[in-house]
């Protein structure tokens, strides 16, 4: 994958002269990037089919997800994707992670840079995708339903049970993506489940996925992942000294939206991209 890498980057410094990065050119490029793609997922696919057994068999949640992060880690070196990471080691434990999402390979990396504590918080159409449906289940995925108010309720109740507890958790707050670059509106479930578990709130950015696998398109390429670890919002407000210990089990519900346009604009100034949220203020 690295000498097919190299010949990538060669095509494409060719027609950056020519005029700008505007996609695979005709001829050569485009039948290595279609063998690599070839290649890539028959990798995921190979990597899949050998550790989904393996993952039905181990009996305890943290040793399979330990396999899963092992595999990823793997399945990502293979296809060429070099992952860079910053401040993971500095992560309180437990919390609750919100990254941008700007690829489906965002929770493959995620999944592969995070510590095996972590639940990923997940649609729940994915229960339903072959293969990926069972993965997520063994590694003790969070399924929540979007659109059904009823259900939604449900699956908020239960994930901020899971936060009281100290289950570390990570989340999409955006819920989809599209391929428009920018952050889009976040909702506020991860905040407010922070806010009332009064657990550490961590922004992470992610960068690369997006050119690596991108939307809208079944091509994966060669490149570098950086993955950052911004600073930890705390999500416990302070009490006054000699206040009543009932208090500290009030929450005030403009906590989960403070912390919710913190996280966002700390992500924002990282990334340096387009604001997207119709609502946000401009």
Known sequence: MANED???????????????????????????????????????????????????LLPRLQQRRALVRALARFALRLAGMR????????????????????????GVVLCASLPASFSFVIKREMAAVPLAGTLLRRIGAEFVTRNDRVHGARDARRLLRQAQTGQALVF?????????????????GAFA????????????MLRGTR????????????????????AALPAQRP?????????????????????RDAARGVLLAALGEPDLDPDAPH
């Open 211 to 230: 050119r690596c696998l991108p939307p809208g398109s079944p091509w994966p390429r060669p490149g570098t992942i950086r993955i950052d670890a911004l």
């Open 239 to 259: 009490t006054a000294a000699g206040a009543d210990p009932g208090e500290r089990e009030q929450h005030d519900p403009k906590h989960g939206v403070q912390l």
């Open 83 to 106: 992952l860079e990471s910053h401040g993971l080691e500095r992560l309180p434990q437990p919390c609750i992670v919100v990254a941008n999402h700007c690829s489906y390979l965002d």
């Open 193 to 204: 489940a922070a806010a009332l578990a009064r657990l550490p709130l961590v922004p992470v």
């Open 172 to 188: 999409f707050p955006e819920g989809t993506f599209g391929t428009e670059i920018g952050l889009r509106h976040f909702h506020i």
């Open 6 to 56: 190299c010949a990538v980057k060669s095509a494409a410094g060719g027609r950056a002269a020519a005029g700008g990065d505007r996609g695979p050119a005709p001829g050569r490029l485009s039948v290595l990037v279609l063998i690599y793609g070839i290649g890539t997922w028959l990798q995921f696919l190979l990597l899949s089919a050998l550790g989904l057994p393996v993952l039905l």
